[in-house]
């Protein structure tokens, strides 16, 4: 594995070898990439498959991404999106961006208070 950050972490040798000294991004949605380019303006579509080595096989961790990176007539949809690598470094920068990446949850702490309190200890018979 090379120095630097991946979009994800454990990605095959084949597609580590582009991403070197980026942002990680820990576990993409398929929805985050979908609406990540789909702002940028690319074609995108989403298909309903699943990688055979996932051990959750839920709805969350399901899709393809598929991107239109040329028109029919060979020249390119977006100009900023030239190959897969631009695409791939272009959701690594944006991802963290996201509003649901940058949102803290203030919730946390009064849910764990809450919970302590309902515990009740056994009282001895004298």
Do not use: C
């Not at 007539?73 to 977006?78: A, I, K, R, T, V």
């Not at 791939?88 to 919730?107: C, D, F, N, S």
């Amino acid at each position: 594995m090379h120095e630097g950050t991946f979009l994800m972490p454990n990605l095959p040798p084949s597609l580590d070898a582009l991403l070197t000294n980026i942002e990680a991004v820990e576990n993409p949605t398929y929805v985050e990439i979908r609406d990540v380019l789909t702002a940028a303006g690319a074609n995108v579509v989403v298909e309903n498959k699943l990688y055979p080595r996932e051990w959750n096989r839920d709805v969350q961790f399901r899709g393809r991404i598929r991107v239109q990176l040329k028109k029919e007539d060979g020249s390119l949809y977006l100009e900023q999106f030239k190959s897969r690598k631009d695409i791939m470094l272009y959701v690594a920068e944006t991802i963290p961006k996201l509003k649901t990446r940058t949102q803290k949850t203030g919730g946390g702490d009064q849910n764990a208070q809450q919970g302590e309190g309902g515990k009740k200890g056994k009282k001895k018979k004298k």
